[in-house]
Nanobody, 124 residues
Framework: QMQLVESGGGLVQAGGSLRLSCTASGRSFSTYAMGWFRRAPGEEREFVAAISYDGSFTRYTDSVKDRFTISRDNAKNTMYLQMNSLKAEDTAVYYC?????????????????WGQGTQVTVSS
């Protein structure tokens, strides 16, 4: 089973940038659509962004459009989330997960086991 490990989080001032990474073990990474999710304190986990298996298609939740960019490097079994113009409300633990189809219901779907995530804290 493919394991996913998130990294790259940290503390940043509002307006700053961070790049998150999601690294997968195993050989099947390139066959999956991938997504980023986040859980803010006291909130439920929410969908952030998704990318198709080959990187051709992406989608974002409205609150991060034009600020975040999702990408992937299948040769490195890694997906990225470039986060610019960060806001205090972006503070959350960020997780990645996979889906067999890019057209899955990312916001309401049931996903396989979650990793530990990576903490992003934006100070205002």
């Amino acid at each position: 089973q493919m394991q996913l490990v998130e990294s790259g989080g940290g503390l940043v001032q509002a307006g700053g940038s961070l790049r998150l990474s999601c690294t997968a073990s195993g050989r099947s990474f390139s066959t999956y659509a991938m997504g980023w999710f986040r859980r803010a304190p006291g909130e439920e986990r929410e969908f952030v962004a998704a990318i198709s298996y080959d990187g051709s298609f992406t989608r974002y939740t409205d609150s991060v459009k034009d600020r975040f960019t999702i990408s992937r490097d299948n040769a490195k079994n890694t997906m990225y989330l470039q986060m610019n113009s960060l806001k205090a409300e972006d503070t959350a633990v960020y997780y990645c997960n996979k889906a067999t189809s890019f057209y899955t219901n990312w916001a309401r779907g049931v996903f396989s086991s979650w990793g530990q995530g990576t903490q992003v804290t934006v100070s205002s």
